[in-house]
């Protein structure tokens, strides 16, 4: 009551709520229940309940952004270090010549195989024709080659016979010798018989048995008789000087005596063997041994087929002769050169060896090009990949074939890119600047030194969402997933286990 009097009100005063209640008038008569309340001022428990339902909020919006947050921090690994990387071919002519026609310009996308430039090709096909004119002379050459190596073919089969007859005449030549020993031997035989008449004529013709005629005759055939032999021994000299044979036997041999292999030592015999073997120099035949007598020559001759069948032999040897060898070569140096003249007028028109964009285009109608000059780039547009550098410190944790996560900054969040890790430089970035950092040198101040990794694209299509050489990326590497593809789960420690499991397996006693 006090309060009240005073004019003011305490919350917590029971007689507020006795003498202020609403409905209630103030002599003593309760209004309907049907009327509202009035609502008074907020209590205390209203305020602490408003604190807790934003408290419980709040940690609720921590749970629901920092979970994953804190997942994020504990399962990847990720830098900002990151830029978009791909091939760069640089299209240049294999020969030099005038540009022709230029049938691209930057920004044109090209695919494999499209002509970019063409060169005049007058001059390389006139290089052609000159060629094939060369070919076709030295077809001729090998033709003419072929003939006359059967013409030799020939001559030497007409001298092989030759060859044969020279050693018949000589066996001929042997039975001739034997012919005229026995014709001597009859002479010999007849002037017996005529002495032998003559030595009993003359002692009768004192008795007058015999008649001076008679003598006479028998004188008469006595002296052809003895004519007749010196005839015959005349005709076995001939035959035997024929032969290269003395005339006489030394120490009075046997007339018909001769040497077993006469017939393969006869100057005659070798003779034809040279002419033989001189027509077959040029097929290839080369002789071993110019001893050799004619029998082992043609039998050596006939081991060149397994058969002996000569028809195979003189057949392979018009295919191995030295002179068809040597324009077999000259046709397949014309064919040679040919195709080199057609490969160089196929260089004429340059095109794209890989699909991409045309990019830094230098070249126009008439400019005058050399082999190797550059005349534009094409990008690749689908050989691209990812080069993260990461710090030293985070490469404990990647792997190969960790799949990772790319947020491109051109496409924010409209675009999300799945890699996978497929590397590791084997040097950081400053080793392998022009000019590297001498920390021998000066004041040294540590780094943290960051490693280009490489992260392949998977199933990247350009032609959705393309990426350009330079973009930056931001990688989230999954450390937590296990690595999948080629070499996975490889490091760069592979070659320190190795060097370390070598220097263990010296250090065994």
Not at 157 to 176: G, K, M, P, Q, Y
Not at 354 to 381: E, K, W, Y
Not at 400 to 413: E, F, N
Request: negative net charge; aromatic residues 6%; contains cysteine.
């Amino acid at each position: 009551m006090a309060a009240v009097e005073n004019g003011t009100q305490d919350e917590s005063s029971p007689s507020v709520e006795a003498t202020d209640r609403p409905g209630e008038h103030g002599d003593g008569s309760k209004a309907n229940d049907t009327q509202p309340v009035e609502s008074g001022p907020p209590s205390r428990s209203v305020g602490r309940r408003w604190r807790w339902i934003v408290g419980a909020a709040a940690l609720i919006v921590l749970i629901v952004v920092g979970a994953p947050w804190l997942y994020e921090v504990f399962t990847t690994v990720s830098t900002d270090d990151a830029y978009v990387n791909g091939h760069v071919t640089l299209v240049a002519p294999r020969v030099p010549g005038q540009v022709k026609r230029v049938l691209v310009d930057d920004n044109n996308p090209v695919h494999k195989g499209d002509l970019l430039v063409e060169l005049d090709e007058e001059p390389y096909q006139a290089q052609v024709d000159v060629a094939e004119a060369e070919v076709e002379a030295a077809q001729a050459d090998l033709d003419a080659a072929i003939a006359g190596i059967r013409a030799q073919v020939g001559l030497a089969r007409s001298l092989r016979f030759n060859l044969e007859h020279s050693i018949e005449e000589v066996n001929d030549t042997e039975a001739t010798l034997k012919l005229r020993v026995a014709t001597l031997q009859s002479r010999r035989a007849e002037l017996n018989r005529a002495e032998a008449d003559y030595n009993r004529a003359q002692r009768l013709v004192t008795t007058g048995a015999v008649t001076p005629q008679e003598m006479d005759a028998l004188t008469a055939a006595r002296l052809v008789a003895q004519a007749q032999v010196q005839e015959a021994l005349q005709a076995v000299y001939q035959v035997r000087v024929s032969l290269g044979l003395p005339a006489e036997p030394e120490k009075g041999g046997d007339l018909t005596q001769v040497p077993a292999d006469l017939n393969q030592t006869f100057s005659a015999v070798r003779q034809a063997q040279a002419q033989l073997i001189q027509a077959a120099a040029p097929l290839g035949v080369i002789q071993q041994s110019y001893e050799a007598t004619p029998h082992e020559m043609v039998e050596e001759f006939y081991k060149r087929d397994p058969k002996g069948d000569i028809n195979k032999i003189y057949e392979a040897l018009v295919k191995e002769a030295p002179a068809v060898k040597q324009s077999q070569a000259k046709l397949l140096e014309a064919k040679r050169n040919l195709a080199v003249a057609k490969l160089n007028l196929s260089y004429c028109r340059v095109v794209s060896e890989i699909d991409g964009v045309v990019t830094r285009r230098n070249v126009n109608p008439g400019n005058n090009v050399t082999a190797g000059q550059s005349l534009m780039a094409v990008r690749s547009v689908t050989e691209i990949w990812v080069d993260a550098n990461f710090k030293e410190t985070q490469l404990r944790y990647l792997r190969i074939g960790q799949p990772a996560d790319l947020d491109v900054d051109m496409y924010g969040s409209h675009a999300h890119f799945k890699g996978r890790v497929s590397g590791f430089t084997m040097g950081t970035g400053s080793t392998l600047a022009l000019l590297p950092p001498q920390n021998a040198t000066g004041n040294f101040v540590k780094v943290v030194q960051r490693l280009p990794v490489r992260i392949d694209l998977v199933d990247y299509d350009p032609t959705k969402q393309p990426l350009f050489v330079g973009l930056s990326v931001e990688p989230n590497v999954l450390i937590r997933e296990a690595p999948t593809g080629p070499n996975a789960g490889q490091f760069l420690q592979t070659a320190a286990t190795q060097v370390g499991s070598a220097a263990s397996s010296g250090s065994k006693p």
